[in-house]
């Protein structure tokens, strides 16, 4: 294109109809000592490096670097995730066990490898280059078709138009072309560039949210698409589920078999009363206290052994008319109504007090008169604990009746409040008070006090009510009681308790003057 | 025979000192350029459209199935105690066998220089890509919670802590299946790029065009281009050979290396592998024989290449038989009572239909092949290639369910029974399959154009200075 000479030449172009022809005047044009030379064919013409002399290439040596670097990572990767820093002990193979580490390592190395042969190949190739000047001619485009060319660039040394189009025409080719800058306009359309904006900024919207919920702060629950295995959502009582055939969340005890804690072994220990002197004295009371032992219904099952169920309700027994008006009408309730384990106040509503004449159930009840346990130092120690933690919060550490939640319930004036029973008082002596009935009361409970059969196990009310006749001994003993060798020390402890006591008195009486108006 | 032929030459017979040609007709570069991209170029035929829409269809029904697993859960699977790998798994191993092809066709294929892949692995490459996308989607979402399946590559977690089981199977198989995946990707995509070239260069529309030039990366045919290109093409075939027989023994790790009886074997991996390339030739043939019919690439894709595939399928076919009855053999043998259990209760078990179909369509309907009158006759090429579809299906089907339904303990033997979620899946699967190989062959060069050339360059070159001499 001579009307173009303005415009900068790349090079001088040949085109050829067949591989011989090309193959030929490649070597014309090697032997002719020009050196930035390539040949274009639509497919890899065989012969064509050494026509043309082109050095072989270095790839093989890149694909084998990036192998061996797939090889180290693949096995390094593996060593340290499993036997560094997490170790994993797996069928007992050694920590480091490189025969199961060689199925991902040899796939790390084709991968790696892979990629090197192939990124590698564009990069030597210096590909992707979509404006290249060769393309200027549109009939370059026969190139990937059926036309082979060849083509010296104007870099060579010996570049020489004249000369090399002289040489190309004794080659035998009737298509001669110098090659030159494009001068189609090289902007990349705009909508190109609002598309790839759109897409990346979209893309991007995901991550920022994802990032913004890793890190900051919210006040609301995670948010959960699917929920994951830690989030069990548990039914509450009497609740329905698609479950099960019968739609109950609450399942019955499996048949045939029996709940831990459940087990009937021994009545006269469940139940603190002597069953074979009830049998003979009202042998029905008996049978459903066995049966309700023997098949809980669901609720008590899930929840609370009903100990002596019946038997519960009973009024204090510092008032003995009220004991008789609530008892019997508690221990009929409790048979009426087994889905609730309680004898209710509904029931003792729905039927009117008996006569008052009527010996309370409590009185008639043949109660074990003896702990059943063998009394011993580490019965005693376990009551005590056991008393500590559930007992002393009312009755206080000493039995005395004054414990925190009373003192507390004196404090703000609770109207409801009946103050716990005083255990060293004579009403709860052991021949008024037989132990099987105190144990009864600690199962289930009296007057504002609840049962404890669901917190404490059996063992352990009947190392309480030990602990208590323990500490009934205790609180009304004299000190000639005590053997003549620990009297000293007892009185010299009083006398510093009492001290400390009094001391403590003084200091609350002087604050409290100090700020008279502290008071809910 | 002579019917398929366009110049009535029969190229399946062999004559002493001579190659038959791979390429018919009085043809030349330009001829093979124009019969392969007006596949492309033309409008869409109504059988492609019906074909598409009916694979778009399908497609869809197994993303909605998808999106109710994902919805409901595993359930939604016939998937139930002992039985908890089912169809998804059974998929699995279908879809990567099937996808083996495409690669030993790429590479090893190539490795022996054998030339008469040249017309045919441009579309089996296409096919295990396609395949192993099938393949990748059934573990994915067979992990109970697939939105976590990124758990299975080894990153530093924050909500984990730890890392992944390098010592087991099915860690590998990740490793494998997604290395034999980007590998075939990277390794059909560079083979593409000459012929995408040859799509831009005749491009009239810009968008077209543009859209090619993009593809191409610039491709200009350089001959020192293509020095480096016939390379790492030679280097990626090296890699993908033995990277394509690993991939079916990793996947067999899965089975071999558990304790289940039928599945403790150390036969499993060869006897996979030949079971994935036997596969995988049968769905190239399936899917060749109408797309060579209906695209108008006989001359390219010629009766003498569908002979030399069926030959493959009766030599794989064979070590599958030969593969069956070791185990059967080695089961006694080995005396240990199990394993003597499974492989009685295969054959005779409450599943023996699924085993004497799996016998049937795999051991016997290749043997046809032995006559040269069925691997010539494309019809019966079809129909005997469905049957080895079916077989390889049902060989999978019988290697996981029967042998997890009754193992060591007789108590917790169970039955199984596929629910509606199980068949649209497999359906679908094929769906997404055809779907993907439908737009292929309107989008992409579905042969490999500057291979075919240098093929054709070789027969003109021997034909103008003489065969022995080179």
Known sequence: MSE???????????????????????????????????????????????????????????????????????????????????????????????PAFIPVAYELTILFAAFGAFFGMWALNGLPRFSNPIFTDPRFDR??????????????????????????????????????DDDSSSKVPKGFFVAWAVVIGLSVIPVLVVLKMRLTNSN???????????????????????????????????????ARGDMLIDMDFMTGIDMEALTQVDARRAERLVRSFAEPSPQQAAEQPPVAAEDEKVAPEDDPAATDAAATPAAEAAENNDSQGEGSDEAETAKPAAPVAEPSV????????????????????????????????????????????????????????????????????????????????????????????????????????????ALQQSQNASIDEVPAAEQEAILKQQAEVKKQLEEQAAAEAAQAAAKPTEKE | MSLAIPNGLDNTVERPGERAPLVLGE??????????????????????????????????????????????????????????????????????????????????????RQEWRTSINRAAEAMTIFAVACAGTFPGIHV?????????????????????????????????????GTVSLLFWYMGMVPDLATFRDRSKNKWRRMAYGVLSLGWSGSSRHWMRYEKAYALLAALAAPLVLSVHTIVSFDFAVSQVPGWHTTIFPPYFVAGAIFSGFAMVLTLMIPSRKMLGLEKLITIRHLDNMCKIILATGSMVGLAYGTEFFIAWY????????????????PYWWAYWTMVTCNVISPQLFWVKKFRTTPWIIFIITIFVNIGMWFERFVIVVTSLSRDYVPSAWAYFSPTWVDWSMLIGSFGLFMTLFLLFCRLMPVINMAETKSTLAKQIHLEEHGYGNH
């Open chain 1, 220 to 258: 609301l629950p995670r948010f959960h698409v699917f929920f994951d295995m830690d989030f069990s959502p548990s039914k509450d009582a009497q609740q329905t589920t698609t479950l099960f055939a019968d739609g109950r969340a609450m399942r019955p005890d499996v048949a045939g078999t029996v």
């Open chain 2, 334 to 349: 080995g005396q240990v009572q199990e394993e003597k259990f499974a492989f009685i209760n295969r054959a005779f078990g």
């Open chain 2, 144 to 180: 109970g919670r697939a939105w976590l399946a990124f758990w299975l590559a080894p990153y530093p977690s924050l909500n984990l802590w730890m890392w992944p089981q390098f010592r087991s199977p099915l860690l590998w198989d990740v490793f494998a299946v997604s290395t034999y």
């Open chain 1, 4 to 98: 173009n000479n303005e415009k900068k030449v790349h090079g001088i172009v040949a085109e050829y109809t067949s591989v011989d022809s090309l193959l030929n005047a490649c070597r014309r044009v090697r032997d002719a000592g020009y050196k930035k030379t390539d040949a274009f064919a639509p497919f890899a013409v065989h012969g064509i490096d050494k026509a043309l002399g082109i050095k072989p290439t270095v790839l093989p040596w890149i694909v084998f670097g990036c192998g061996a670097v797939g090889a180290v990572v693949g096995l390094a990767m593996q060593i340290w995730m499993n036997s560094i820093d997490y170790p994993y002990i797996i069928s007992g193979k050694p920590m480091i066990s490189l």
């Open chain 1, 362 to 469: 409590m009185d008639t009840t043949p109660w074990l008169t003896e702990n059943p346990l063998e009394l011993n130092k580490e019965l005693l120690e376990r009551g005590q604990t056991y008393f500590g933690i559930y007992c002393s919060v009312c009755h206080g550490l000493n039995g005395g009746g004054n414990g925190l939640v009373n003192r507390r319930a004196q404090k703000i004036l609770a109207t409801k409040w009946i103050p716990p029973s005083k255990l060293n008082q004579s009403t709860l002596a052991q021949d008024v008070y037989p132990d099987g009935k105190m144990f009864n009361t600690i199962s289930n409970g009296i007057r504002k006090m609840p049962g404890y059969a669901a917190q404490i196990t059996t063992r352990d009310r009947w190392a309480i009510v030990a602990y208590v006749r």
């Open chain 2, 27 to 112: 043809t030349d570069y330009h001829e093979i350029t124009e019969t392969v991209c007006q596949v492309a170029e033309r409008k869409p035929s109504t059988s492609w459209v019906i074909g598409f829409l009916i694979s778009f269809a399908l497609l869809q029904w197994l993303g909605i199935c998808i999106l109710y697993l994902f919805y409901t859960g595993v359930g939604v699977w016939g998937n139930r105690s002992p039985i908890f790998w089912g169809w998804p798994i059974v998929n699995f191993v279908f879809w990567v066998g099937i996808g083996h092809a495409g690669t030993l066709i790429s590479a090893i294929l190539f490795l022996f």
């Open chain 1, 143 to 180: 190139v990937t078709d059926d036309r082979f060319f060849l083509y010296i660039d104007s870099k060579d040394e010996q570049f020489d138009e004249a000369g090399i189009r002289q040489l190309f025409g004794d080659t035998g080719t009737d298509y001669i072309q110098t090659v030159v």
